[in-house]
């Protein structure tokens, strides 16, 4: 059996590999030119994630992630105002995609392939060339071309803030900052505002989530010229950085504005969500964030692509047919799917306006998605 992958980032990767594992054909067809390792930013690892790497022959090096024993608030004066205890592991996104695109040999990996349409198990692309296959998965991200070909009014939702990104390197890192951050996972919470920062392999990371009057002006370049939902950062308006600079030393307390200050390009993301009503159609299957957009709260868009990815891997190895498989496959991640989506937005209520009491409390012990993606056991790691 063959099957086509389209978009070779994490998700698609899992699922080339894991479908390899069970005896099939697959390529992978990446729009996007070279190495996707310059990508992405922190990651939060969840045990499902090592999971399947491990069962994909991409097992994920214990050196590969920083273990975070607790969730703790950081108040404006330094002071630690709640602690909960959790067993984490923080990571950064390459550390995951580079031994999975490692495992995939790469006569089956095609990149600078744009998809253009899919004619029923064929795949057009915009060089004019086809392919075709028994089955199609489209895990070409938030803007799948698959997704927008079978549910076009289908889109991410925005909510009514953004997340700011960034990572310094750790000799840059002062060290009171690498204290306050060793073995946890800290939490700011400025008004209507909320930041955590961490220790990653290399650096220290943070994501600062803020509510924003004019997304289009956020998303307009110098020159211009308007993003829509996701700019690149070198392209991000000197004025906006420099006001989000500013603006840590005003609310942040003193080693976690230093994390922001030194950061030396940050990046923007407009925060959205997004549900699909379906997930296969005919033999063509959505799968990670093609299929559902979780917001960042979660810590866990690898992990629910891991097990999208385990999924229709396991259902295309049990089931007596494509089809009944998909079936399958659909009535389990579509459940799940909704479940998540609704935990990362119950995360971010109080950061869109939505009428809501903040409670801190509430939102450190429910971070990330404890009763769906679990905790790290480490004693697994080698």
């Not at 990571?91 to 790469?106: K, T």
């Not at 006569?107 to 028994?134: I, N, P």
């Not at 450190?364 to 404890?370: L, S, T, W």
């Amino acid at each position: 059996m063959k099957a086509i992958i389209v978009g070779g980032s994490v998700g698609g990767l899992m699922a080339a590999l894991l479908l390899r594992k069970i005896g099939w054909d697959v390529t992978v067809y990446e729009r996007a030119v070279g190495d996707l390792a310059g990508r992405g930013a922190g990651l939060g690892v969840s045990q499902e994630l090592l999971d399947v790497m491990a069962r994909a022959g991409a097992p994920f090096e214990r050196s590969a992630g920083i273990a975070q024993a607790a969730h703790v608030w950081m108040a404006r004066d330094g002071s630690i105002a709640y602690e909960h205890r959790r067993n984490l592991m923080a990571s950064a996104w390459a550390r995951v995609y580079q031994p999975l695109r490692a495992a995939l040999p790469a006569a089956s990996y095609r990149h600078a392939m744009v998809l253009e349409r899919v004619d029923g198990t064929t795949a057009v692309f915009a060089d004019g060339s086809r392919d075709t296959a028994d089955l199609i998965v489209g895990a070409d991200g938030v803007y799948s071309t698959v997704r927008r070909q079978f549910l076009p009014d289908v889109q991410p939702r925005l909510a009514n803030y953004v997340a700011w990104r960034g990572i310094i390197e750790e000799k840059e890192v002062p060290p009171e900052t690498l204290e306050a951050v060793s073995g946890r996972i800290v939490f700011c919470f400025p008004p209507k505002e909320m930041l955590l920062s961490m220790r990653v392999p290399g650096g220290v990371y943070f994501i600062w989530y803020r509510g924003v009057a004019d997304l289009k002006e956020l998303f307009t370049d110098a020159s211009g010229k308007d993003h829509g939902m996701s700019i690149p950062p070198p392209l991000i308006r000197t004025e906006f950085v420099a006001e989000m600079k500013m603006h840590a030393l005003d609310v942040l307390p003193a080693p976690i504005a230093a994390v922001v200050q030194k950061a030396p390009q940050p990046l923007l993301q407009a925060i959205s969500d997004m549900e699909s009503p379906r997930l296969t159609f005919g033999r063509v299957a959505l799968l990670g964030d093609a299929a559902f957009v979780v917001r960042p709260h979660v810590a866990g868009g690898a992990g629910k692509a891991a097990m999208d990815a385990r999924c229709l891997a396991d259902v295309l190895q049990s089931e007596r047919s494509i089809e009944a498989a998909l079936a399958a496959y659909e009535q389990k991640q579509l459940d799940f799917g909704a479940r998540i989506v609704r935990h990362s937005r119950y995360l971010g209520a109080d950061l869109e306006g939505r009428p809501t009491q903040r409670d801190p409390r509430r939102i450190i012990d429910n971070y990330g998605a404890p009763n769906i993606l679990h905790d790290v056991d480490l004693s697994r790691l080698g």
